[in-house]
């Protein structure tokens, strides 16, 4: 008996060392990813910039409930603060930078891989897992722009929806009901990241449930109500503070409460208004477009693997519900499928939706992708040599991409030392957003749309691109003029031309 536990215990020992060099392989590509060349990079327009302009105000009002633009309360971005938190904490411990706005990004995906590991082993190997996530640490939906890589809120939503999946396997296939307290929690931390995006991920994991059988089961438990109770918690506790602490902002002719405008604009606008950007409403090619931009050449793959489950329930539908449904040990690929079909055809059907928006379920197109691949290759070796080759090949292309460092608007290139040495910047007229936000950058006093005649001492003015042509402020001499901007400086700080300089 002795001998037999002995053996037992050696051979899992064995195992579990034969897997240490690829799992921290993995991890370490993981982090390399995440962090490599990530302060380098200028800062992106729109939704980034705008974050950092976020997370600056915080640290100049003190206010962690309401968020700024130009010194005024916002009037689009109405999501709950809780990344504008985590890099204003960032900036205030490590001072303003690209990689210090990009911090809680970075960490929240390299934590996101290693719950996405953990899921995986809940019902796989380690070894599936680590291939599984080298191959997702190699797509731009994760580790890529507007997620992993820069100052936005979609890489912490990742992590928070991933935790609520884990726990709730944890209660669903494991039967671990305190762990429904953990759900309600990490869903609640995702709306405060990014408000009604939290509840994505619910109708998949309830499909989830009822084709497992297992539905009843939690309609039954004290700890799914207490779990929903959690949920519905953190947005009527937001409402409470918004109620008390909010700031009315000016929209169009009225006034109206952020809270309002979280829901109206991130729900009923977004899915029925369509910009015209990106898609239109009922536009089913989003369905492919969104994970060939998100998925690199694992599209392909996902596409194919789902061909064939397609032509597997057609062919037998007993033998596919047998193995889909019926079989446990194929749980992982069922719920994979329940969380990425329902979320990506809802988007293609939205008036609004973007690539990104398709994040949280990215990891579980992985888990499809490298199922297929996994089970191709017993069949056939080459299909083994040829998974390593794309794999080689598409993490050689993120390094690449990283490596490709391109330079600061010439604006702020140009007028950097000018700028440092100014004690208020005042801006008027349209300025891009990646600029205003190197302009907050450098800590100064800033005063917006209103030009400060005459120019006190240490006062520069920075004037934009602007519908009506601006007066010039008196006692000011241009020193800088560009295709979009001007910049001004008050006269007696100019220093007279050097009548020896030819």
């Known amino acids: 008996m002795y001998c037999k536990l002995y053996r037992k215990k050696t051979k899992a020992f ?32 729109w939704d980034e910039a705008r974050r950092a302009i976020n997370a600056m105000e915080m640290i100049r009002t003190g206010d962690l409930v309401n968020v700024y633009y130009r010194g005024l ?15 204003a904490l960032t900036f205030k411990i490590f001072g303003v930078s690209e990689f210090t706005l990009r911090l809680p990004s970075a960490v929240a995906m390299i934590a996101a891989f290693f719950v996405i590991f953990k899921i995986i082993t809940l019902y796989r190997s380690p070894r599936f897992a680590a291939w599984t996530c080298l191959m997702l640490a190699s797509v731009k939906g994760l580790i890529g722009w507007h997620v992993g890589r820069t ?19 944890q209660v669903i296939d494991f039967g671990r009901r305190k762990s429904a307290y ?52 953190f947005p009527v506790l937001w409402l409470i503070v918004n109620s008390k602490f909010g700031v009315a902002v000016d929209i169009g002719h009225s006034k109206t409460f952020s809270f309002y405008r979280l829901f109206t604009k991130d729900i009923w606008e977004r899915f029925s208004q369509t910009t015209g950007q990106e898609k239109m409403l009922l536009d089913p090619q989003f369905f492919f477009y969104s994970l060939d931009k998100m998925f690199n050449v694992w599209n392909y793959v996902f596409f194919m693997a789902l061909a064939a489950g397609l032509w597997f329930l057609l062919s037998s539908r007993s033998r596919f519900v047998s193995y889909l449904i019926e079989d446990e040990r194929h749980s992982l690929l069922l719920l994979s499928l329940c969380l990425y079909l329902p979320l990506a055809t809802f988007l293609s059907l939205a008036a609004d939706s973007h690539s990104w928006y398709m994040a949280p379920v990215i990891p579980f197109a992985g888990i499809v992708t490298f199922w297929f691949i996994r089970h191709s290759w017993r069949r056939y070796r080459f299909v083994k040599y040829t998974f390593w080759g794309l794999l080689a090949f598409a993490l050689s292309r993120q390094v690449v991409l990283f490596s490709d460092v391109s330079s600061r608007p010439q604006f702020i290139a140009e007028n950097t030392t000018i700028i440092q040495k100014a004690n208020t910047i005042a801006v008027a007229g349209e300025v891009e957003l990646d600029v205003l936000a190197y302009l907050y950058s450098f800590e100064k006093e800033m005063l917006f749309d209103e030009i400060p005649c005459p120019l006190e001492p240490g006062t520069i003015l920075v004037q934009g691109e602007s519908p009506v042509p601006e007066k010039r402020c008196s ?10 901007y001007r910049l001004w400086v008050p006269t007696q700080l100019t220093p007279p031309p050097n009548p020896y300089s030819q």
């Open 151 to 169: 100052g936005d809120t979609d890489s912490v939503l990742v992590l928070f929806l991933l935790l609520s999946v884990f726990f709730s396997l």
């Open 182 to 233: 953990w759900v309600g929690l990490f869903i609640g931390l995702a709306f405060l990241t990014k408000g009604p995006a939290a509840w994505v991920l619910l109708p998949g994991l309830t499909l989830y449930a009822l084709l497992s059988g297992k539905i009843r089961l939690l309609i039954k438990l004290k700890e799914t109500w207490a779990a929903t109770g959690l949920v519905v918690a």
């Open 475 to 484: 006692e000011s001499t241009l020193i800088y003029e560009g295709e979009k």
């Open 73 to 87: 309360p916002e009037v689009s971005n109405f999501k709950p603060p809780f990344v504008v938190w985590c890099e």
């Open 14 to 45: 064995r195992k579990k060392m034969k897997n240490k060099p690829l799992l921290l392989f993995t991890f370490g590509v993981i982090a390399f990813l995440c962090l490599y060349n990530l302060g380098q990079h200028p800062l992106s327009q």
